[in-house]
């Protein structure tokens, strides 16, 4: 069996190199029609759609999986419609392909442009929202690349009937088949098949929890983008206006405390201890958020618990909160360089030197000032779709879209020059 | 023993990373002072690098080396007054760090820049060339990446010679001077260690033949950027202009035979047979190029050797050519495809449908229109210095300068935005 397993792999990675050798070709148009009639076979089959959802989601509540996760994998007609809506707004957005990103002539009249190029096959192994299989096989296709996904089990019903629909959009538009292509099997062995395709996947994006992360770096030949852990900070000076830094700081934690975005250690200069942090004790207390703090923060609420050097280290993704309390900018930018995870890291301050400072010197994908960190997002950012964010600084750093999936090539025109030696 | 060179190996990678932390925000005149200081000390210690160097001489003589390859280590005036001057041109190329690459406002107001910032720490495993000690080291530095070391046993005497300069123009201008470290021992146990630095070290750049390249990608955890084979190929129609043809086919094949960008199979089209590739021939063979071809090609001259399924998957790096006749553009494209390392490749047409044709559909770093392969080259292309020449597409592709050496990351300015549900 693991012998067929590895055919089937071999014969799936060799089928999406072909079929990238066509896509990276193809016209925005005839690659836009593909995305807007997948859109359209996702409305004409909602009805599918929802009943192989059903019986991932009856699998789901037989195995015992938690509400959260369960919620994580449900479709009804809401999200189904988003579905669509989002291929359509990728179908609007500009083509990174063949976009000229530098030209230049040089002395001896050679002319020289940086193009962009598709990287051509992308692997991408996720867990759960079956969403990602039609965002990524999305993402990749507008970006000129052959998609191999491989869905975690729960959501496997789900994700086959979404990548009917995709294909039927495919082969709409003229585009192989194979350019999204869904790894039929359950096996846990087809990933690491997939992950020795050396030959034929060019990148491999993980998205999942840190066990799926940590196999993917362990095992793979091939180039990961992955996003390791989101712990990130917000540095409260004593010069920040009091009502930003309330609804910054709490926006930041508590609009949605399981995001990678989402805030985990609050470090606060000593004078604004008793100036601001009352205010935002409360504020994030009253909203159900546990505190954790140093012995000087201690002091300001009984509620608070003691925050551990273990604390520092933690990325909650729950309504649990650490603080600190440091003595300047430059304590601030120690703290996080030695326990960050180069995410997202904020500072709240009215002092603009120190907002430069903090903008330069943290080493993070996204530094921010006056803002809250849960802007972390590529739609926010205006990218228009993520497929993740990397913390990773090869290749892309944050947010992971369109422009992230391509490559560049150098065309070179003469008329007759030689090298001389 | 090995234990000792596991903690060394620990140690170095630990002091690069708090080096890299400082070189991440030197400023541009400080890293200029340490590589002209550099250069300076190079030109003051001319003496003892040549002494070290004809250790490595001597050493390379009694070991039975190749004359070609001696002469790869072989140091005099002229060659370390070129690494000293080397070192000043880089002093002079535009900091990349710091580059504002783009900058938008989102309609909430937010700011947001993508700036360019250092990698981090550089790993470089080289062979052979002591030069490489210098201008690696430097191209770190510049770019404001802390290097690691690791040179061939061949070059040991002659590149800590060099690095002990480097270090000088460090402790100059201020500078650690862990920024460049060269490893101290010649075990073979230290290139495996460095793979493991994962913690340390974020990119590993291997300067070598196959076996070592292929050691790099299959042991390390750490991201590679690396130049695999460089199987350049040249298409010739029937529309060229037959001087030009002939001056950039020899130049491309014969200016330089050993270098990654020289050509190493032409594909000609049927109809240019009979009318260009005489007088190419007479070229080439008159130079003392061995030509192997096709049965076609071979009719038109008795010295013309075979060619076999073999020929078009080989590197010769000597004075070997592959003929093979083609139909026209499409088969050209497609056995470039085939056969091809996505390295360089170049069209010799004045058809210009053809050439736009070859240019955007062959899948190469670089691609050329009726110019010599052998000027794919950071120096060539304007980019000032290269640390070699990428076949990957993650990250860089091409030439690998001072840019290729950078990532980025996004500041983001607000003024109290929180992110809505």
Redesign the interface.
């Given at each position: 069996m693991p012998q067929d397993i590895k055919a089937m792999m071999q014969e799936i990675g060799a089928q999406a190199q072909s079929a990238s050798?066509i896509l990276?070709?193809a016209s925005c148009e005839q690659k836009n029609h593909a995305l807007l009639k997948a859109a359209q076979a996702i409305r004409n089959h909602k009805e599918k759609i929802l009943a192989a959802n059903k019986k991932d989601i009856d699998r789901a509540k037989e195995r015992g999986l938690s509400p959260a996760l369960i919620d994580r994998l449900l479709l009804d007609d809401a999200r189904t419609e988003n579905i669509a809506a989002s291929i359509e707004a990728i179908a609007k957005l500009d083509d990174p392909v063949g976009h000229i990103m530098d030209r230049?002539q040089?002395p001896n009249q050679?002319n020289?442009s940086r193009i962009r190029?598709p990287?051509?096959v992308i692997g991408i192994i996720y867990e759960s929202r079956p969403n990602v299989t039609a965002d990524a096989g999305i993402l990749c296709l507008k970006s000129g690349n052959a998609a191999v996904l491989r869905c975690g089990s729960e959501s496997k019903y789900s994700s086959r009937a979404l990548h009917k629909a995709l294909v039927e959009g495919l082969i709409a538009a003229g585009l192989p088949k194979e350019s999204i292509q869904l790894i039929p099997t359950q096996d846990r062995e087809a990933v690491g098949e997939l992950l020795k395709l050396q030959d034929y996947v060019?990148?491999i994006i993980p998205r999942g929890g840190k066990g799926l992360i940590k196999r993917v770096?362990?095992e793979s030949?091939i180039?990961v983008i992955a996003h390791l852990d989101g712990i990130c900070h917000i540095y409260l000076e004593s010069s920040a206006?009091i009502?930003?830094a309330v609804?910054?700081i709490?926006?930041?934690k508590m609009?949605r405390t399981g995001i990678c975005g989402a805030a985990e250690t609050l470090l606060v200069e000593r004078a604004a201890l008793s100036s601001h942090l009352p205010a935002i004790l409360d504020r994030l207390i009253s909203s159900g958020c546990e505190i954790r703090g140093d012995s000087d923060v201690q002091k300001l609420n009984p509620k608070i618990l003691p925050a551990f050097e273990e604390d520092w280290k933690t990325e909650y993704l729950e309504a649990v909160f650490s603080i600190k309390t440091v003595e300047n900018t430059a304590q601030a930018i120690a703290h996080i360089?030695r326990y960050g995870s180069h995410h997202t890291d904020c500072i709240i301050t009215e002092n603009p030197l120190h907002?430069e400072k903090f903008?330069?010197?943290v080493?993070?994908?996204?530094?921010?000032?006056?803002?809250?960190t849960?802007?972390a997002d590529g739609g926010?950012?205006?990218m228009g779709a993520e497929i993740g964010i990397s913390t990773?600084?090869?290749?892309a750093?944050?947010p992971v879209g369109l422009e992230q999936l391509t490559?560049?090539?150098?065309?070179?025109?003469?008329?007759?020059?030689?090298?001389p030696?």
């Amino acid at each position: 069996m693991p012998q067929d397993i590895k055919a089937m792999m071999q014969e799936i990675g060799a089928q999406a190199q072909s079929a990238s050798q066509i896509l990276a070709l193809a016209s925005c148009e005839q690659k836009n029609h593909a995305l807007l009639k997948a859109a359209q076979a996702i409305r004409n089959h909602k009805e599918k759609i929802l009943a192989a959802n059903k019986k991932d989601i009856d699998r789901a509540k037989e195995r015992g999986l938690s509400p959260a996760l369960i919620d994580r994998l449900l479709l009804d007609d809401a999200r189904t419609e988003n579905i669509a809506a989002s291929i359509e707004a990728i179908a609007k957005l500009d083509d990174p392909v063949g976009h000229i990103m530098d030209r230049w002539q040089r002395p001896n009249q050679l002319n020289i442009s940086r193009i962009r190029v598709p990287l051509g096959v992308i692997g991408i192994i996720y867990e759960s929202r079956p969403n990602v299989t039609a965002d990524a096989g999305i993402l990749c296709l507008k970006s000129g690349n052959a998609a191999v996904l491989r869905c975690g089990s729960e959501s496997k019903y789900s994700s086959r009937a979404l990548h009917k629909a995709l294909v039927e959009g495919l082969i709409a538009a003229g585009l192989p088949k194979e350019s999204i292509q869904l790894i039929p099997t359950q096996d846990r062995e087809a990933v690491g098949e997939l992950l020795k395709l050396q030959d034929y996947v060019d990148i491999i994006i993980p998205r999942g929890g840190k066990g799926l992360i940590k196999r993917v770096q362990e095992e793979s030949r091939i180039p990961v983008i992955a996003h390791l852990d989101g712990i990130c900070h917000i540095y409260l000076e004593s010069s920040a206006a009091i009502d930003k830094a309330v609804d910054i700081i709490h926006n930041a934690k508590m609009r949605r405390t399981g995001i990678c975005g989402a805030a985990e250690t609050l470090l606060v200069e000593r004078a604004a201890l008793s100036s601001h942090l009352p205010a935002i004790l409360d504020r994030l207390i009253s909203s159900g958020c546990e505190i954790r703090g140093d012995s000087d923060v201690q002091k300001l609420n009984p509620k608070i618990l003691p925050a551990f050097e273990e604390d520092w280290k933690t990325e909650y993704l729950e309504a649990v909160f650490s603080i600190k309390t440091v003595e300047n900018t430059a304590q601030a930018i120690a703290h996080i360089a030695r326990y960050g995870s180069h995410h997202t890291d904020c500072i709240i301050t009215e002092n603009p030197l120190h907002a430069e400072k903090f903008l330069n010197e943290v080493d993070s994908a996204i530094v921010m000032h006056n803002a809250s960190t849960q802007f972390a997002d590529g739609g926010e950012f205006g990218m228009g779709a993520e497929i993740g964010i990397s913390t990773g600084k090869m290749h892309a750093r944050g947010p992971v879209g369109l422009e992230q999936l391509t490559s560049y090539k150098y065309q070179v025109r003469g008329n007759g020059q030689i090298r001389p030696l």
